[in-house]
Antibody, heavy 116, light 107 residues
Framework: QVKLVESGGDLVKPGGSLRLSCAAS????????MSWIRQTPERGLEWVGY????????GYADSVKGRFTISRDNAKSLLYLQMNSLRAEDAAIYYC?????????WGRGTKVTVSS | EIVLTQSPGTLSLSPGERATLSCRAS???????LAWYQQKPGQAPRLLIS???NRAGGIPDRFSGSGSETDFTLTISRLEPEDFAVYFC????????FGQGTKVEIK
């Protein structure tokens, strides 16, 4: 069955960087757009961005554009989220999910804390 | 940005009862591109409905979605114990935004 497992969440200082990973199994990974979505109690669910199956097309929410980069390694069935210039408001649980418009499978999430 | 407003915030019902959840958009959702998700504590959201009314694979037929343009509804015909959870709507007609959620709790 489809399984998505995120990792890499940590405590990071404002202005710092972090890379999240998502390991996929049970799917033909390269056939699917993949997305990152984050969730906080205060702001709820927020779409972060997506990457095409080949990796050559990406799209981002305005709130992260220019700071976050989504990439993938299809040979390893891995999805990445590189987060730079982190702000307090980026603290959240980050989920990877299959597809880019609606999201039909989600991982369990990884927690990012931004604090000095 | 399309803002989705869900109501009520909390719905207190008993097993076997019917649940009706509302999702209202600040502007028309093109193509009726609206999805519904269920989330239980400590778990990721689970897709229930896409395209306003199309059940995802493996979703029981007691879940149904309806609506168009700015007004959408998720109906659970008879609540089972495992249905008590938080439900979110999400539009994908213009970028992607989520509603704030409706909690369905046991009365």
């Amino acid at each position: 069955q489809v399984k998505l497992v995120e990792s890499g969440g940590d405590l990071v200082k404002p202005g710092g960087s972090l890379r999240l990973s998502c390991a996929a199994s049970g799917i033909t990974f390269s056939a699917y757009y993949m997305s990152w979505i984050r969730q906080t109690p205060e702001r709820g669910l927020e779409w972060v961005g997506y990457v095409s199956g080949s990796g050559d097309t990406t799209g981002y929410a305005d709130s992260v554009k220019g700071r976050f980069t989504i990439s993938r390694d299809n040979a390893k069935s891995l999805l990445y989220l590189q987060m730079n210039s982190l702000r307090a408001e980026d603290a959240a649980i980050y989920y990877c999910a299959r597809r880019s418009v609606y999201f039909d499978f989600w991982g369990r999430g990884t927690k990012v804390t931004v604090s000095s | 940005e399309i803002v989705l407003t869900q109501s009520p915030g909390t719905l207190s019902l008993s097993p076997g009862e019917r649940a009706t959840l509302s999702c209202r958009a600040s502007q028309s959702v093109s193509g009726n591109y609206l999805a519904w998700y269920q989330q239980k504590p400590g778990q990721a959201p689970r897709l229930l409905i896409s395209g306003a009314s199309n059940r995802a694979g493996g979703i029981p037929d007691r879940f149904s979605g309806s609506g168009s343009e700015t007004d959408f509804t998720l109906t659970i015909s008879r609540l089972e114990p495992e249905d008590f959870a938080v439900y979110f709507c999400q539009q994908y007609g213009s970028s992607r935004t989520f509603g704030q959620g409706t909690k369905v709790e046991i009365k």
